[in-house]
């Protein structure tokens, strides 16, 4: 019993430790809003893989740049609309 409080109270811990592992009450769409922010953000920092995208695409370093940041504003559209409770 008190091996799984332990790992209940380390997970709970860590969900509000960090934005992207999630909660109970993640819905799918900031699930990937966080994967598809996360993964724009690993591409900038490596910079042999900016340099892959930008030749890739023919574009320079800092327009492949400026675009990823451009798509971390709303990676996934806008969020659904939540039915409310009444």
Same mark, same amino acid.
């Given at each position: 019993?008190?091996?799984? $409080? *332990?790992?209940?109270? %380390? &997970? /709970?811990?860590? %969900?509000?430790?960090?934005?992207?592992?999630?909660?109970?009450?993640?819905?799918k769409? /900031?699930?990937?809003? *966080? %994967?598809?922010? #996360?993964? $724009? +953000?690993?591409?900038?920092?490596? @910079? #042999? &893989?900016? *340099? $892959? @995208?930008a030749?890739? /695409?023919? !574009?320079?370093?800092?327009?492949?740049? @400026?675009?990823?940041? !451009?798509?971390?504003l %709303?990676? +996934?559209?806008?969020?659904?609309?939540?039915? !409310?409770?009444?």
């Amino acid at each position: 019993m008190t091996d799984r $409080y *332990n790992i209940h109270s %380390q &997970l /709970e811990h860590l %969900q509000s430790k960090y934005i992207g592992t999630g909660h109970a009450d993640t819905s799918k769409w /900031e699930w990937l809003v *966080n %994967q598809h922010r #996360d993964s $724009y +953000c690993s591409y900038m920092g490596h @910079f #042999d &893989l900016l *340099n $892959y @995208f930008a030749v890739a /695409e023919n !574009e320079s370093k800092a327009r492949v740049r @400026f675009n990823l940041m !451009e798509k971390m504003l %709303q990676p +996934c559209g806008p969020p659904a609309d939540k039915p !409310e409770d009444a």
